[in-house]
């Protein structure tokens, strides 16, 4: 069963390093999300992604955050200077939305650690 | 800001017998409802969803009701297993872009 792959599964950075989260939704997708869950916290929506360019965001995702969809297959979340707060589990979802439920498919997670 | 309120962080039900999990919403522009379930160290999977003209929606075990008028949502599991056990997010959906907002979560656990 297709499925989205997360890489890594822990990150653990210092903080204002730049960091790059790695996503491979499934292959006959069309839209990208990031979320993120810090921890003892509600799931967040990030960014959402769409023919090659960001459909919606937001507050959260201000300018520390980009995506970027580099070739057919990858979508990475960067992080250009990461702070303590970042520290969360990040989640990418992929779904094929054609109307109705936007039925999501999450990947494993990237833990975050910003020391 | 809570659009989402799953007001039991937890539950814990016997094999065998129903398993009741509530959310509330408060907006009703909201189009469709789906149940996530999470396992430690997993990501969220799709469980069921409902469409906001209906009042319910049933998968095997798992059934969705939809109150709108009070804004209310429940899912149903019946019997209940104890691979069950995980945490069940109550998720709302409708923005343009299909963006979806997350409840906080409530841990279920199925004793054997």
């Known amino acids: 069963e297709p499925e989205v792959t997360q890489t890594p599964s822990h990150q653990v950075t210092q903080m204002g390093q730049e960091v790059i989260l790695r996503c491979v939704p499934i292959?006959?997708?069309?839209?990208f999300y990031w979320y993120r869950q810090i921890l003892g916290q509600k799931v967040e929506f990030l960014v959402s992604f769409y023919n090659n360019e960001i459909s919606e965001k937001s507050e959260i995702f201000d300018d520390q955050f980009s995506v970027e969809r580099p070739d057919g297959s990858n979508f990475t979340l960067k992080i250009r200077s990461t702070k303590l707060e970042d520290s969360a589990m990040y989640f990418c979802?992929?779904?094929?939305?054609?109307?109705?439920?936007?039925?999501?498919?999450f990947g494993a997670g990237t833990r975050l650690s910003v020391l | 800001d809570q659009q989402v309120k799953q007001n039991s962080p937890s539950l814990s039900v016997q094999e065998g017998r129903i398993s009741i999990l509530n959310c509330d919403y408060t907006?009703?522009?909201?189009?469709?409802f789906l149940w996530y379930k999470k396992y430690p160290a997993e990501g969220p999977t799709f469980l069921i969803s409902i469409s906001s003209i209906k009042d319910k929606n049933e998968d095997g075990r798992f059934t969705v009701f939809l109150n709108k008028s009070a804004k209310h949502l429940s899912l149903h599991i019946v019997p209940s297993q104890p691979g069950d056990s995980a945490v069940y997010f109550c998720v709302v959906g409708g923005g343009s872009q299909g963006n979806l907002i997350f409840g906080k979560g409530t841990k279920l656990s199925v004793k054997p």
């Open positions: 979802a992929s779904s094929f939305w054609s109307g109705g439920a936007n039925i999501q498919y």
């Open positions: 292959s006959n997708h069309l839209y």
């Open positions: 907006n009703s522009m909201f189009d469709y």
